[in-house]
């Protein structure tokens, strides 16, 4: 259950440095400042085998292949989340499966001269 939670708590990390409104700013310097990091911060799964990697080092009794591929599960759970997230923040904003914003704008137009 420990191990669990552990993980949970790991995707939640990783979600909160790519999206979180309390990084932007963080995010949007290190984007300025450096291509390759700038990607990899703003990457759930990127960060989420360093995160995963990093954690297994310190907490688990794992040896090194183990302590990688936890990373890759942590990486690979993180980028799921991360899309379940973004396709759920989509149908909360009314943008999945509707119409774009030039077909809303014509579908107006179109009204406006009836």
Same mark, same amino acid.
């Given at each position: 259950?420990?191990?669990?939670?552990?993980?949970?708590?790991?995707?939640? %990390?990783?979600?909160? +440095?790519?999206?979180? !409104?309390? &990084?932007?700013?963080?995010?949007?310097?290190? /984007? #300025? $400042?450096?291509? @390759?990091?700038?990607?990899?911060?703003?990457?759930?799964?990127? %960060?989420?085998?360093? +995160?995963?990697?990093? !954690?297994? &080092?310190?907490?688990?009794?794992?040896?090194? /292949? #183990? $302590?990688?591929? @936890?990373?890759?599960?942590?990486?690979?759970?993180?980028?799921?989340?991360?899309?379940?997230?973004?396709?759920?923040?989509?149908?909360?904003?009314?943008?999945?499966?509707?119409?774009?914003?030039?077909?809303?704008?014509?579908?107006?137009?179109?009204?406006?001269?009836?």
């Amino acid at each position: 259950m420990l191990l669990l939670v552990e993980i949970f708590g790991l995707v939640g %990390i990783v979600i909160i +440095i790519t999206n979180a !409104y309390i &990084f932007e700013s963080i995010r949007l310097w290190i /984007i #300025e $400042k450096s291509d @390759f990091f700038g990607i990899f911060i703003s990457c759930s799964m990127c %960060i989420g085998f360093w +995160i995963g990697l990093g !954690y297994s &080092f310190i907490n688990k009794d794992f040896n090194l /292949i #183990e $302590k990688i591929l @936890f990373g890759g599960f942590i990486s690979i759970l993180a980028y799921l989340t991360d899309l379940i997230l973004n396709l759920i923040e989509k149908i909360i904003n009314g943008l999945w499966m509707s119409e774009t914003e030039e077909d809303k704008k014509d579908t107006e137009n179109k009204n406006d001269a009836r």
